[in-house]
C-alpha cells in the first residue's frame, strides 16, 4: 500500500522529506508522555460495534487485530505505523504499563516494552495486554496500548482506536461500560487537536448512528470529521443511490467528506485470503460494479484512504505546530516558577539550611511589598488575588454609602420637627429667628455619631480582606514548609492584631475630634451657597409649575400682630428651616472628611503600616532552628519530582520542536 500510495522514487523522497518528520514528531512527542501536558495532533478512529472498524484498522496495518463478537476493542490503541524501504524486513513493537504498576505517571516509563518479529503474534499480544490492562472479562481500561508496525506496506500513519460503541449490556460486562465508552471516546474527541475518523456501515441509515452523532457533539460544523463507509456488498439491492448520496456528501455533510471502503470480512479470513488479496479484490468490485462504479475514484479504497488520512494529518499537525510551541514554552516557564518556588528541598547542612531559610523569607517580604503597594508585577498571574487596594475600595465605597443615608434630607420632616423641639429646649434669651449654634452643634453630634457603627463594620471587612490576602501570599511561598508556614501565620496574626486595635483606637479619636464643630469658612459658606443655590432652583420650579394666583394689594396682604392669619410659631418653623440648612451644609464638608479620613487611617494600619512590621519582624525567625522550620510535607516533596519530570518532559518536547 506505501509503494501505491507514494507513487515514483522522486514522489517518496519528497514525502520522506516533508511528510515522515512531522509525523515522527508527533510520535516522539506522544512517546515522552507530551499528552500528559498539551493535546497533540492525531486521529481517533471511533465507530459503533460491528461497523468495521477493526477491518479498517487491519486493511491499513496489514496485521490481523482482535475480533470476536461485543467490544473487541477494551483499551485505546495507539497504531504507529512506518513504511520502510522496500527490501525491509518487517518489525513490530508493543508497549503498555500493566494494571496496578506504578511508574510516576510517566507515559514513556512502558512497564511492557517487547519487540514482535512474526505479525501473526499481532492478535494475541494485543488481547494478552488488553486481559492485563481491562482485566480478563469484558470491562474496559483507559490505560493507552501502542503498537509499532515497520515495513515496506504500511502508510506513515499514527492513528488511536478506540472501543466501539455500544447500546446494550451482554453477559459479563460490568454495568455501565456503555457509558464509560462515551466517556472515554468524550474525551479523547472533544479536543480540537484530534481529528475524527467515523467509521460507519453502509447499510445503515448514517444519521442515526451513534459515531457521527458524538462527533457532531464536539465538532458541530464537521472541521474535523473524516466519514469512512464500510461494508458496501451488503447494501439492498435497488438503495445504492442512498449510499452515492452519503459518498458524494449530500446526505450528512462533512468538511472533509467521505471514503468508501470494502474490508475482508470473517469469511473472508477464515477462506485464507490475504490483505493483500483483498486490496485486489476491493479494486475489482468498484472497478466492476454497475453503480458505484460512477463514484470519484478519489472517494474509493483502502489506498485513497490512506492517502488522504496521512493528508490530512500532517495538514493538521502544520495548523497546530505554531501553537504547540507557544503552549510547551509557557508551561515550561510555569513549571520552572514552580519549581523555584518550592525550592530544592532540604539541605544537608545548617549553612545551607540558612540559606534556603534566608531566600525563602526573601521571597516572602518581597510579596508583602507587592501587597503594600498594591503592585500586581511579579511575574505570576496569582500575584492579582493579593491587591488589597482593589478589594478594599469596595468596603471603603460601601462604608460612604452607609454614610451618606445617615445625612437627613430636604423632605425628612421628623428631623426637622426634631429641630424645632431642639430650639425650643435651648433657647433662652434668644430673640425669634436668631439661629442656636448649640441646637446645631448637638444634632451635628448626633449625626456624626451615627458614622462610627458603618465605620468599625467598615475596619472588619478590611480587617477580613488582610487575613485571607496574607493567609494566600503565607500559603504559595511558603505552603511546601509547613511548620515555617505555620510560624510566620502566628507572627502575622500577633502583629495584625496589633494593627487592627491601633486602627480601632484611631477611629475612636476620629469620631471624638468631630464633635467638634468645625471647618474653614471659605469652605462652609461655599457649600451653604451650593445648598440654597440648589432649593431656590427647587422653589422656583415648584412656583413655576403651580397655577396663577390673583395679585393682592400688599395693604391687604400686610400682617399684624392682631391679624387673625397670623401664626405666633411660624418663626419656629423658618428658624428650623434655616438650621436645616445649616446643618445640611456642614453635614456635606464633614460626611466628605469622614469619608476620606475612615479609610485612609484603616488603609495606613491595616495595609501599609501592618506590612512594613511583617516585613520588618519576619527576620526574626532566622534566630530559630532552620531544621524544624524547612521541614516539608511528604507531598512536597512528590510534587517535587513530578514537576522535575515535566519540566525535563517540555524541555525535551522544546528541543524537537525547535527542529521545525
Known sequence: MAAEMHGSPAMTDAFNHQVRPLIDLIDRLRQLGLEQDVSLPSIAVVGDQSSGKSSVLEALSGVQLPRGAGIVTRCPLELRMKSCRPDGRWRGRIRYQPQGRDFDNDEDDFGVDEDITDPSEIENRVRTAQNLLAGPDRGISSSR???????????????????????????????????????????????????????????????????????????????????????????????????????????????????????????????????????????????????????????????????????????????????????????????????????EGLPSSKCEMMMVLTKALQLFTEIVGKIEDGDTRFGDATIHDLNPHKQTRISFGKFAEEVNKRIPLDHDRKFKEKIVERIKSVRGRELPRFISFQACEELVKEIVQTFLTPAKICLTEVNEIITEILGKATHQTLGHYRDLEVAVKDRIYDLQQKARDACDREIDKIFKQEKFVYTQDCTYNATLDSVLEIKHSNEAAAVAARPRQPVIPKSVRSLTLFSSDYDPNQHLTDEAEHTFEMIISYMNVCSRRICDTVPMTILFHMVKDLCESIRDQIWNLLSEDPARLLSEEPETAIRREVLRKKADRLQQAQTELRKF
Open 145 to 343: 496500548i501502542s503498537l509499532e508496525i515497520i515495513c515496506p506496506d504500511v502508510p506513515d500513519l499514527t492513528l488511536i482506536d478506540l472501543p466501539g460503541i455500544t447500546r446494550l449490556v451482554i453477559g459479563g460486562q460490568t454495568e455501565g461500560i456503555s457509558q464509560q465508552i462515551r466517556t472515554m471516546i468524550r474525551d479523547y474527541i472533544r479536543n480540537d487537536a484530534t481529528i475524527i475518523l467515523a467509521v460507519v456501515p453502509a447499510n445503515v441509515d448514517i444519521a442515526t448512528t451513534e459515531a457521527l452523532q458524538m462527533a457532531r457533539e464536539v465538532d458541530r460544523e464537521g472541521k474535523r470529521t473524516l466519514g469512512v463507509v464500510t461494508k458496501p456488498d451488503l447494501v439492498d439491492p435497488g438503495a445504492e443511490h442512498e449510499l452515492i448520496e452519503v459518498i458524494s456528501n449530500a446526505r450528512y455533510q462533512l468538511q472533509r467528506g467521505y471514503t468508501l471502503v470494502k474490508c475482508r470480512g470473517q469469511a473472508a479470513i477464515n477462506a485464507g485470503i490475504s490483505l493483500r488479496e483483498a486490496l485486489a479484490e476491493e479494486r475489482n468490485y468498484f472497478a466492476s460494479h454497475p453503480h458505484l462504479s460512477e463514484i470519484p475514484e478519489a472517494t474509493l479504497g483502502m489506498t485513497n484512504l490512506s492517502r488522504r488520512l496521512t493528508s490530512v494529518l500532517v495538514e493538521h499537525i502544520k495548523e497546530h505546530l505554531p501553537a504547540l510551541k507557544t503552549e510547551v514554552r509557557e508551561k515550561q516557564e510555569k513549571v520552572n516558577r514552580e519549581l523555584a518556588r518550592i525550592g
